[in-house]
């Protein structure tokens, strides 16, 4: 069965503190790793990383898909409390649906 | 761009009521809509994927009588929720993905989400 797992679940940190998120994965037709962040509301799209060892960055954001060992990792650089949200790490599997996983919340405390 | 609206944002309804909630794509065109359900502090669900023309292909335990799915055009797809219950209450959102033309390979893989619509049933 397909599974993305995150951890850690759940994160409180100072801001100004760099945090890392990180997502590991199973699953049996891989496509892509999308993060998204989301607020009060629907989710946001962050990035999409297909191919192995390329770092994605915008902004203080930042996130590298390692497929051999089959995890990624969304930094975030001199967090802000606009920072604060749930994080989740999605998958796509060939059949272009997508797997979340539980989503790692994050709390930036001033 | 990529903007997908949702309507309405809140809905409250007595119980055995039917309510349907639109999924829009503002900025492009979406052969492929998602509809998805998330309870409190849980992720999200996938409920069914929706595409243009042709009927929805729902996941296991959804109820495809229960929850209707239309996908009329490229660019609106609509979801039923028939003769509500209270335990139907939960945060329901839509995403959209592109079609080929409109965003080549990493455009249609990537989905873009509504803001979501509460519907609690009393």
């Known amino acids: 069965e397909d599974k993305v797992v995150q951890s850690p679940l759940s994160l409180v940190v100072h801001e100004g503190d760099t945090v890392t998120l990180n997502c590991s994965y199973e699953?049996?037709?891989?496509?892509?790793l999308l993060w998204y962040k989301q607020e009060k509301k629907a989710p946001t799209f962050l990035f999409m990383l297909?191919?192995?060892?390329i770092e994605k960055k915008s902004g203080r954001l930042s996130s590298i898909l390692d497929k051999k060992e089959l995890f990624s990792i969304l930094n975030i650089t001199a967090t802000q409390t606009g920072d604060s949200a749930v994080y989740l790490c999605a998958l796509i599997q060939g059949a272009q649906k997508l797997v979340f996983g539980q989503g790692t919340r994050l709390t930036i405390n001033p | 761009g990529a903007v997908v609206s949702q309507h309405p944002s809140r809905v409250i309804c007595k119980s055995g009521t039917s309510v349907k909630i639109e999924c829009r794509s503002l900025d492009f065109q979406a052969t492929t809509m998602f509809w998805y359900r998330q309870f409190p502090k849980q992720s999200l669900m996938l409920m069914a994927t929706?595409?243009?023309?042709?009927?929805?292909?729902?996941e296991q335990g959804v109820e495809k009588d229960k929850f209707l799915i239309n996908h009329a055009s490229l660019t609106l797809s609509t979801l039923t929720v028939t003769s509500a219950h209270p335990e139907d209450s939960s945060f329901y959102i839509c995403?959209?993905?592109?079609?080929?033309?409109?965003?080549?390979?990493?455009?249609?893989?990537?989905?873009?989400f509504g803001p979501g619509t509460r519907l609690t049933v009393l």
């Open positions: 699953v049996t037709n891989f496509r892509s």
């Open positions: 995403s959209a993905r592109k079609s080929w033309l409109a965003g080549g390979w990493e455009g249609t893989d990537t989905q873009y």
């Open positions: 929706s595409n243009e023309g042709s009927k929805a292909t729902y």
């Open positions: 297909t191919s192995s060892g």
